[in-house]
């Protein structure tokens, strides 16, 4: 069998139904054998967007996204949407296309140290100098992107190698990977700690995206106030009346009291990053105490505070937790009581109906079109903050962005790869016009692999949050925040055969947003946004720098 065979061989049998790639000389033979596979590839316009593509289809569907480039400029084309995934523990596998291996260092045709350069963004690169080792590859990537901290595994493949004959015996021999390992030696202590505490605070990040039921059983049971990291949305539903809302450099005055005075914070899935955790939202009692619960022991210890580190899966951690805590009645109503009381207070009614139009209003009237069914990704900037504070989510894998790498142009194509995961489903982006022209040629691959999604374009004309922090941190000194020109994005998605909407009044979203979402093809709501809407509040890096506070949610 030729090493292009089994490579799609072993991929069909581990129930990969997408890649996502461009195609060019070093993997056209790989090219040639998809024809005779069950395999669909979607042919995206840029290797960037293939990377993404496979992100938003591992994150909404939960098994890995898979991404083909060929070598040289196609593998390096590939490295932000591979960090991105990196970065949000996304599981990916990116194949990339390589010189021959005789002629490896020699400065080939398209040749680049894709092995070297993809490392420190993975969590490990293989290459096949032997086509009969492409078995040991393929199960090991596919095992390892999954287990523990999830992420991208990369697989540089030679075309001398690809080429060659394998030993089709091979392809079903089994390869180990030693598991991760588990400490949950400090269980006892963790309860111990939890009866102790006057003031707990369940703080919920992405590594938790699997155990929902679990972190919703042990809320319940604690009654205990709930922040979530961006990252974190949607594994505690919106409604959920002790969600306090996000953390972070954007997030809500609630979740942000309730940290800062809380004794106890049990993290579950958060790795306490500089924007989740900043000296302006820790807390702030000197004995505050943190259990720790992560699959990465590398993430422990960032918080500075005494802790108890549980080291395992989320939804095991979480069971062996409740299981220890017992039938003994857990109670802090005055607690629980001002946590609800400070919800109340720190909600506010701006002005939603005014022109220019405001975003809370965009976001208010996108909560009466998404349901159960719907899956929203984001760009990167004022529009997914804004998204973050006012959506309603209440289903983990719901919401899709870019956390930790803050990759600008991650909306659409992760919106595509996200329909490609879950065709049953309706999917929604929601962008800026920075964003958007990053990646606006992905328009095509939408409709050429019937694809269709919603875009909800944010127009304000400018880098909104560039200009957000030049206003408050520079002294209004504005630099390279204006978008001169920006196209007319309803003729340009016209262009590309989708639809295209042009909102500039209040009143006529909502029946926009509705014919986008009913539609077959992928269409653009473009609206024209108050260019000096601010996301507040905003925490400065700075801790001498005093907090922007400001309306958070209606």
């Known amino acids: 069998m030729r090493g292009t065979k089994a490579l799609l061989s072993m991929l069909e ?69 591979i960090a991105t995934a990196f970065a949000d523990s996304s599981p990916m596998i990116a194949l990339t296309g390589q010189v021959a291996a005789g002629s490896l260092g020699q400065g080939a045709f398209q040749e680049v140290d894709a092995y070297s350069l993809l490392m420190p963004i993975t969590k490990h690169s293989y290459r096949v100098l032997d086509v009969n080792r492409l078995p040991h590859a393929i199960q090991e990537a596919w095992d ?34 030693k598991p991760i390992g588990e400490d949950l030696s400090g269980l006892h202590e963790a309860v111990l700690w939890i009866r102790e505490s006057k003031r707990p605070v369940i703080l919920v990040g992405g590594g938790a995206i699997d155990a929902s039921a679990e972190v919703m059983e042990l809320a319940r049971i604690m009654k205990a106030p709930v922040v979530n990291t ?34 106890l914070i049990i993290s579950i899935g958060s790795r306490f990053s500089d924007r989740t955790y900043s000296p302006h939202d820790r807390m702030r009692e000197p004995r505050g105490r943190v259990i720790h619960i992560d699959v990465d022991a590398t993430e422990f210890g960032k918080h500075r505070h005494e802790c108890v580190n549980l080291q395992a899966d989320a939804k095991k951690a979480i069971r062996s937790l409740i299981c220890a805590l017992g039938s003994a009645p857990l109670s802090w109503s005055q607690w629980t009581e001002y946590a609800l009381g400070v919800k109340r207070s720190s ?31 984001t760009d990167v900037g004022q529009n997914q903050m804004w998204a973050m504070h006012y959506l309603n989510i209440e289903h983990p894998r719901q919401f899709l962005t870019s956390g ?79 978008l001169n020109d920006d196209p007319d994005f309803v003729t340009v998605a016209k262009g590309f055969r989708c639809k295209g909407i042009h909102v500039e009044k209040p009143e006529e979203i909502g029946d926009a947003l509705r014919q986008a979402m009913d539609s077959d093809v992928t269409t653009l709501v473009e609206i024209m946004v108050d260019p000096d809407a601010d996301i507040l509040p905003m925490l400065p890096m700075n801790p001498n720098i005093p907090i922007i506070k400001g309306g958070v949610h209606y």
């Not at 790639?21 to 056209?28: D, N, R």
């Not at 965009?362 to 899956?375: A, F, L, Q, S, W």
Request: negative net charge.
């Open 230 to 263: 961006l990252m974190g949305m949607g594994i505690v539903p919106s409604s959920y009346e002790m969600n306090m809302g996000p953390l972070g450099l954007h997030g809500r005055l609630s979740a942000l009291t309730m940290s800062t005075e809380a004794d």
């Open 404 to 482: 930790t790498f803050g990759t600008m142009g991650f909306g659409l194509p992760s919106a595509i790869g996200a329909k490609a995961a879950r065709p049953d489903k309706k999917v929604m982006t929601i962008t800026g016009d920075g964003g958007l022209q990053m990646v606006i040629q992905e328009l095509a691959t939408s409709v050429a692999d019937n694809l269709p999604v919603t875009i909800v374009l944010l127009n304000n004309g400018c880098l909104g949050m560039i200009r957000q922090m030049q206003k408050y941190y520079w002294n209004e000194r504005y630099s390279a925040e204006v």
């Open 144 to 177: 390892i992107c999954q287990m523990g901290r999830r992420g991208p595994v990369h697989i540089d493949l030679p075309v001398d190698q690809m080429n060659a004959d394998i030993d089709e015996s091979l392809i079903n021999e089994k390869f180990g990977v």
């Open 347 to 377: 909600a506010c009614n701006p002005d939603i109906s005014c022109t220019p139009i405001a975003p809370q209003k965009v976001m208010h009237e996108i909560n009466k079109v998404i349901d159960d069914d719907t899956i929203v990704t």
């Open 13 to 81: 049998n581990k129930g990969v139904d997408t890649i996502f790639g461009y195609p060019g000389g070093s993997v056209i033979s790989i090219y040639d054998e998809l024809l005779d596979s069950s395999i669909r590839h979607v042919l995206v316009r840029h290797e960037q967007c293939a990377a993404h593509m496979a992100d938003g289809y591992a994150r909404a569907k939960g098994q890995p996204g898979v991404c083909l480039a060929t070598s040289g400029p196609g593998t390096t084309n590939l490295v932000t949407g």
